[in-house]
């Protein structure tokens, strides 16, 4: 089984870099996946994580660190669209591209 | 041009009713899946197919039983629907190839329950 954590709720101003923690523990690592979901829509793909390190694309980066069953997703410039929630996901290895989400972080960005 | 679809959008019915959902995918993906979304939106999956066969069903009710008349369809069928059951229904796909197993969601069916 998995056991994923997020804060719930974060709030940040317009041009400001935020950072959105994930902790995890899972009997099987097999990559960690953020997903954004405006109020209303589906989650979208932001950012895939299998190895240590940095990720980055654009404004959004995301890090992990696999012994510390840690990932971060770094928005920077903040803008008024990033205000959703962001999904912290785990693949674990069955197999199988199961994903087993965190119940996210509303972030609010404001003027 | 659409991704992932799902039909109806919203779905309003009373309790101990049956109703399904379709999704469908024109991404040349071989998995497709279902996730429940509650209330506290905490996405959850549900029921995992791989060409067309089972591969993961979570503790869900009997209630729930998805079909998949081809690789590119998934639907949920739901039976004697119950207030609980109320919640945003998300269809998904990916491929099988680790490289590119980015999960696709659909826009959702909001099922309300009265």
């Known amino acids: 089984g998995q056991n994923i954590d997020q804060p719930t709720e974060m709030t940040a101003t317009e041009g400001a870099i935020v950072q959105i923690n994930c902790t995890y523990q899972?009997?099987?690592?097999?990559?960690l996946f953020w997903y954004q979901q405006h109020a209303g829509e589906a989650p979208t793909f932001l950012s895939y994580n299998v190895l240590d390190g940095l990720e980055e694309k654009g404004r959004f980066s995301s890090f992990l660190s696999r012994s510390k069953g840690y990932s971060y997703l770094l928005l920077k410039e903040l803008q008024m669209k990033d205000s959703a929630s962001y999904l912290c996901?785990?693949?674990?290895?069955?197999?199988?591209?199961?994903?087993?989400f965190g119940k996210g972080t509303m972030l609010l960005v404001s003027p | 041009d659409t991704a992932v679809s799902q039909t109806p959008k919203y779905l309003v019915t009373q309790m101990g009713n049956d109703k399904s959902i379709k999704c469908e995918q024109n991404?040349?993906?071989?998995?497709m899946y279902w996730y429940k979304q509650d209330s506290k939106k905490f996405l959850k999956i549900m029921f995992s197919y791989n060409n067309k066969e089972l591969i993961i069903n979570e503790t869900v009710p009997n209630r729930f039983s998805p079909k998949s008349p081809d690789k590119a369809h998934l639907n949920l069928h739901i039976n004697s629907l119950e207030l609980g059951d109320s919640a945003v229904y998300f269809c998904?796909?990916?491929?099988?190839?680790?490289?590119?197993?980015?999960?696709?969601f659909g826009p959702g069916t909001r099922l309300t329950v009265l």
């Open positions: 899972t009997s099987g690592f097999n990559g």
């Open positions: 998904a796909s990916s491929t099988r190839d680790r490289a590119t197993d980015t999960q696709y």
């Open positions: 996901a785990v693949r674990e290895d069955s197999g199988y591209s199961t994903l087993t």
């Open positions: 991404l040349g993906h071989d998995t």
